[in-house]
């Protein structure tokens, strides 16, 4: 499975983004999704995930503003970005496993995607 990234870009503090991921292959609709973001000399933070069946999960500092979802059909996960902060730039990374096996902190995805940058400005 090949993942492609888009959506990234510069926003002010208080914006909206909506991140896009396209995968090839025909395992997209039993593969976990998720996003993951490395901030500038930060180690990378696992952001959200969404199971194969469309459960979805989220670190702490990002709920009640971000959205992950997905549309099997077009093989492809979102991440709405709402509220955008400042602490929110970095490079997001969409990531996937297979097997119906959920995306997670501490599980190494079986794929990633190349990254889009997300810069919020104050």
């Known amino acids: 499975v090949q993942l492609q990234a888009s959506g990234g870009g510069l926003v002010q503090a208080g914006g909206s983004l909506r991140l896009s991921c396209a995968a090839s292959?025909?395992?997209?609709?039993?593969?976990?999704m998720g996003w993951f973001r490395q901030a500038p000399e930060k180690e990378r933070e696992f952001v959200s995930g969404?199971?194969?069946?469309?459960?979805?999960y989220y670190i702490d500092s990002v709920k009640g503003r971000f959205t992950i979802s997905r549309d099997n059909p077009k093989n492809t996960v979102y991440l709405q970005m709402n509220s955008l902060k400042p602490e929110d730039t970095a490079v997001y990374y969409c990531?996937?496993?297979?097997?119906?096996?959920?995306?997670?902190?501490?599980?190494?995805?079986?794929?990633w995607g190349q990254g889009t940058l997300v810069t919020v400005s104050s």
């Open positions: 990531a996937g496993r297979g097997r119906y096996r959920s995306v997670t902190s501490w599980d190494e995805p079986d794929y």
């Open positions: 969404i199971t194969w069946n469309g459960d979805t």
């Open positions: 292959g025909r395992t997209f609709s039993s593969s976990g």
